[in-house]
């Protein structure tokens, strides 16, 4: 017996490690990916709001929004039940046929009725029927994203294909941007043409992923379909995308209402964008680090789970608070060069809005590292709902008593501010119900060790940019370049601060990164003699 226990923890081991190997390859290739598009993204960002305007581009914001709320409804998260329902068959040819064959038709049936719905409101409410035309344009990125099958690839672990294609048609998008998109007297006349391009990355990604299927699945009939499993599951998954949808949207859509030239929500979106950029980077790591723990969790020592927490959060840390110490001190610059313009004349406020809702990319990665990593394993997603049903509740009250009281001459920082109080209640509802687990991952001395010294970049940022800046003009530089050289050096400072600081003090994700390389570089020395 105690052999043959020996034998079990022994392969138990080997298939951690194995994981472990595995999940830190696809954190590296999904950061690839993450930061690639961020790359693309700043590059094309600025251009297109100096070139649409705050007015354009704040109205194309604006029916965005209000267009992913159909989005959301579109999918009501099948495809986060397809990836583990696809994940748990991979094995069963016959039956991940039959189950991607079921999602593919419940998607259909999904998308058309949230469309019909959209159609039935747009026709029914004044404000929306006059912008009907970008509306209905934008709403193709839905409808063209039930063909597109991404489930199937994230399930399968296709991370490379999904990377080099992601990568290739952003790069694509942006290449039309600058050769369509123009500086003109009438920006509107643009608008249409931007709309086109953001939703041609949907459409091609669409293409190439029907065009690669077959290679990995056939939606030929062969068994009947069971949707029954699934109708539970889906309703409560769907209630929860909706009030994340209202929770991640609801600012720049009251926005729209509260200034009905959607200039603050032009500059919202400026002041959000590094926000954004930051999130999406840490949260892109959903798909590498859920079905990780999910299956970490059904192992009866949890050794594993509490490691891969660990590492995850550790990630977090690692990267949401320099960010949050460098945009906050440096807001002014950021929003500058993002815009391409100057603040005091478009996009006024944004550098505020940026202040006001750093402090997200930390709170708001935290609580999704949550709910992917710890509740969903644990099958306690209803706080999650929970959760952002206060959250939305807060912010929508806090919102406009903020916009019309507390800031009324610019209503976008007191939007910011109450969706950053209302972030901050979310998360610590969040670690309360799963403190078991979060309390040990978030509050220990490494991440501690992290802290410190974002605290000292910001410091750092705060008191020398501003000498920077003005070195910079010195040298006869304009107001822009000025930005963008004593950005850039005092990034490079924070940067060099930062790493060697955490090395010097061990922290514990940069002293592994040496280690490796230094045990690399020892097996290659044998090898050279």
């Known amino acids: 017996m105690a052999e043959q226990r020996r034998e079990i923890e022994g392969k138990a081991t080997d ?119 970008i509306i209905f344009l934008l709403s193709i990125n839905f409808l063209a994203g039930v063909f597109s099958f991404e489930w199937v690839y994230i399930a399968l672990e296709k991370h490379f294909y999904i990377t080099v294609r992601s990568v290739a048609l952003l790069a694509f998008a942006a290449s039309c941007t600058f050769l369509f998109i123009r500086r003109s007297a009438y920006p509107e006349n643009y608008l249409y043409v931007y709309a086109l391009i953001a939703i041609s990355s949907t459409i091609l990604t669409a293409f190439f992923n029907c065009l690669f299927l077959g290679k990995y699945v056939s939606l030929r009939k062969v068994d009947p379909y069971d949707f029954k499993p699934y109708i539970g599951p889906l309703v409560t998954m769907a209630l929860l995308s909706l009030t994340l949808t209202l929770y991640n949207q609801t600012d720049e859509f009251i926005l729209g209402f509260i200034d009905p030239s959607k200039a603050e929500v032009g500059s919202y979106s400026v002041g959000v964008k590094g926000v954004d950029i930051i999130i999406t980077l840490i949260t892109s790591l959903y798909a590498v680090f859920m079905p990780r723990a999910a299956y970490y969790h059904e192992l009866p020592d949890k050794i594993y789970f509490r490691r891969l927490l660990r590492y995850s959060f550790n990630i977090t840390f690692f990267i949401a608070v320099p960010a949050f110490a460098t945009m906050s001190s440096l807001a002014t610059p950021i929003t500058s060069l993002i815009s391409g313009g100057d603040l005091n004349e478009a996009f006024s406020g944004a550098d505020l809005i940026l202040m006001s809702l750093s402090g997200m990319m930390l709170t708001y990665s935290l609580s999704d590292d949550i709910y992917t990593e710890i509740l969903i394993p644990e099958k306690k997603e209803r706080h999650y709902l929970y959760a952002l ?141």
Request: charged share 15%; net charge positive; proline share 2%.
């Open 15 to 133: 298939k951690g490690r194995e994981f472990s190997v595995t999940v830190r390859s696809n954190v590296a290739i999904n950061l690839v990916r993450t930061l690639a598009m961020t790359a693309l993204s700043f590059i094309t960002f600025p251009y297109v709001t100096r070139a649409l305007g705050d007015a354009t581009f704040g109205l194309y914001t604006w029916a965005n929004a209000f267009v992913y709320y159909f989005l959301i409804l579109a999918k009501i998260s099948i495809p986060n039940i397809a990836i583990r329902e696809c994940a748990k068959a991979r094995g069963d040819k016959r039956k991940f046929n039959r189950i991607v064959q079921q999602f593919f038709l419940l998607q259909c049936f999904t998308t058309l009725t949230s469309f019909g719905l959209m159609s039935i409101l747009v026709f029914s409410v004044d404000s929306l029927f006059s912008e009907a035309e």
């Open 389 to 529: 049903t206060i959250g939305v509740l807060l912010n929508v009250s806090l919102s406009f008593l903020f916009a019309y009281c507390l800031t009324p001459s610019s209503p976008g920082v007191g939007v910011a501010i109450a969706t950053m109080v209302a972030d901050v209640v979310v998360l610590t509802y969040l670690i309360g119900v799963s403190r078991a687990y979060s309390i040990e991952a978030i509050f220990n001395y490494n991440n501690l060790k992290i802290a410190g010294f974002g605290i000292a970049i910001f410091l750092l940022s705060f008191f020398v940019y501003p000498l920077l800046e003005k070195e910079a003009l010195s040298w006869g530089l304009s107001q822009t370049m000025a930005y963008l050289t004593g950005g850039l050096l005092m990034l490079g400072i924070d940067a060099a601060i930062y790493i060697f600081g955490l090395l010097a003090v061990k922290e514990t994700l940069v002293s592994s990164l040496f280690r490796r390389k230094q045990r690399r570089e020892n097996e290659q020395e044998p090898q050279a003699k």
